[in-house]
């Protein structure tokens, strides 16, 4: 999904603070690691860079190496715990790093309960759902 241009961003948000409601790490958006984000998971868990691969990370078609999700209905990160944290948050990807001030998806106000309330809007009712099972 294409990012709107802050400037057509249709709320102003300062200061985010996570609500750990886990939409974001939910979804069919893959996250894109970096070969830094490898190493320092690999690292994390004690694995070599290569088991690191094999065991948490898929390889998209144009190159990219994303981590897998859990097999789940709503294809919650492999990393998202039950209590919607990141067992991995201090160590996480660039790409979640930069969720939602310098990228979001153009639903991300339906689903982020941290945007929303930074919006003055109520909590989201709705979750991230998959396109392939709804």
Not at 48 to 68: H, K, N, S
Request: proline share 7%.
């Amino acid at each position: 999904m294409a990012t709107p241009p802050e400037t057509e961003w249709p709320y102003a948000v300062s200061e985010f603070e996570c609500h750990r409601c886990g939409n974001c790490c939910r979804g069919d958006g893959d996250v894109a690691l970096t070969p830094d984000d490898m190493a320092r998971l690999a690292a994390h868990f004690g694995l070599a860079a290569e088991a690191f691969v094999a065991r948490y990370t898929w390889r998209r078609e144009d190159g990219a190496t994303c981590l897998i999700d859990q097999g789940d209905a709503l294809r919650s990160c492999v990393f998202l715990t039950p209590e919607n944290t990141c067992e991995v948050h201090a160590l996480k990807p660039t790409q979640c790093v930069g969720f939602p001030m310098k990228w979001r998806p153009t639903d991300a106000l339906e689903i982020c309960a941290g945007l929303r309330a930074a919006a003055g809007l109520p909590y989201p009712t709705r979750r991230t759902m998959n396109r392939r099972t709804g």
